[in-house]
Nanobody, 114 residues
């Protein structure tokens, strides 16, 4: 098992940046896949970015604007979001895949508005 706690959300103007962090309750060294998803009001949860021990993957809207990274020493996964758009407004969730289980954080709200 692993418990995940997100932080870093907030209100930002269009074109601005935010950095989301996900802190894990234990070592993530052995967790192969971790990532971020988001859910906007009235919409289904969608993948934003995924990071494994070997690669990173981004959903279409995130490509070129978002960057995911992991720090195994600090047990954290970070999502750097640049050039934010109103369409990026959502609750952002960190997740981790451990064996056959997926664990989720409680989410952090990101609002992009002028």
């Amino acid at each position: 098992q692993v418990r995940l706690v997100e932080s870093g959300g907030g209100l930002v103007q269009p074109g601005g940046s935010l950095r989301l962090s996900c802190a894990a309750s234990r070592s993530i060294f052995s967790i192969n896949a971790m990532g971020w998803s988001r859910q906007a009001p009235g919409k289904e949860r969608e993948l934003v970015a995924l990071i494994t021990s070997r690669s990173t993957n981004y959903a279409g809207p995130a490509k070129g604007r978002f960057s995911i990274s992991r720090d195994n020493a600090r047990n954290t996964v970070t999502l750097q979001m640049n050039n934010l758009e109103p369409e990026d407004t959502a609750v952002y969730y960190c997740y981790a895949r451990v064996d056959d289980e997926t664990y989720w954080g409680q989410g952090t709200q990101v609002t992009v508005s002028s």
